[in-house]
């Protein structure tokens, strides 16, 4: 059964700083790798999507990588704001349709 | 309307009543899902439809009945459910591709539901 542990749970840092927040999976055999970002009482809005045979996708001041082979994958935000602030959720897809998600990281971003 | 809507956006019902959770996607998708989301636990995926057919039931309550009419509309009908079903309930849609290949879900804000 596929795990999916995001660490930290919560990071607080200076606006300005560049961050990277972790995420790892137990089974390598997955589909793809999304990252969403969730505001407090909202839906989830899609960041980046690494199919399996990708190694990283870039978007703006967000750059994703994938190790599928180790079950790791990085979200890299780079000169961070105060609405960069919310909840950093990882999920992966498996091979039986499944998608499991990480408890994300709440990230704050101080003016 | 694009994207994905979810209707109500917040319900409060009591155990002994029956009532229903309503999803649209306007994304030209073909697979739908539900998913359920508690205080401090991960997103727990309920139910997939793929070309209005269920493919993922992950041993949910039978309290919990979803129905996929069309690939646009998505229902999760609701009765005597517990206290414990509280939860933010959320509806996604994506493209799929092939028999085990889905791309990039997209969600809709969520139902807020308190069970009394």
């Known amino acids: 059964k596929q795990e999916v542990t995001q660490i930290p749970a919560a990071l607080s840092v200076p606006e300005g700083e560049n961050l990277v927040l972790n995420c790892s999976f137990t089974?390598?055999?997955?589909?793809?790798l999304q990252w969403f970002r969730q505001d407090p009482g909202k839906g989830l809005t899609s960041l980046l999507l690494?199919?399996?045979?990708?190694r990283e996708q870039t978007s703006g001041r967000l750059n994703a990588s994938l190790d599928k082979s180790s079950g790791r994958s990085t979200l890299y935000i780079a000169a961070s704001q105060p609405g960069d602030s919310a909840t950093y959720l990882c999920?992966?897809?498996?091979?039986?349709?499944?998608?499991?998600f990480g408890a994300g990281t709440r990230l704050t971003v101080k003016p | 309307e694009t994207g994905v809507t979810q209707t109500p956006r917040h319900l409060v019902m009591g155990m002994t009543n029956k009532k229903s959770l309503k999803c649209e996607q306007h994304?030209?998708?073909?697979?739908m899902y539900w998913y359920k989301q508690s205080a401090k636990k991960p997103l727990e995926l309920m139910f997939v439809?793929?070309?209005?057919?269920?493919?993922e039931n992950n041993s949910v309550p039978s309290r919990f009945s979803p129905e996929c009419p069309n690939s646009s509309h998505l229902f999760l009908h609701l009765h005597t459910l517990q206290p414990e079903d509280s939860a933010l309930y959320l509806c996604?849609?994506?493209?799929?591709?092939?028999?085990?290949?889905?791309?990039?879900?997209?969600f809709g804000p969520g139902t807020r539901l308190t069970v009394l």
């Open positions: 089974d390598s055999a997955i589909y793809n």
């Open positions: 690494i199919q399996s045979s990708q």
């Open positions: 999920a992966v897809q498996s091979d039986n349709n499944d998608m499991r």
């Open positions: 439809y793929s070309l209005e057919e269920r493919v």
């Open positions: 994304l030209g998708h073909n697979a």
């Open positions: 996604a849609s994506s493209r799929r591709t092939g028999a085990n290949s889905y791309n990039e879900q997209f």
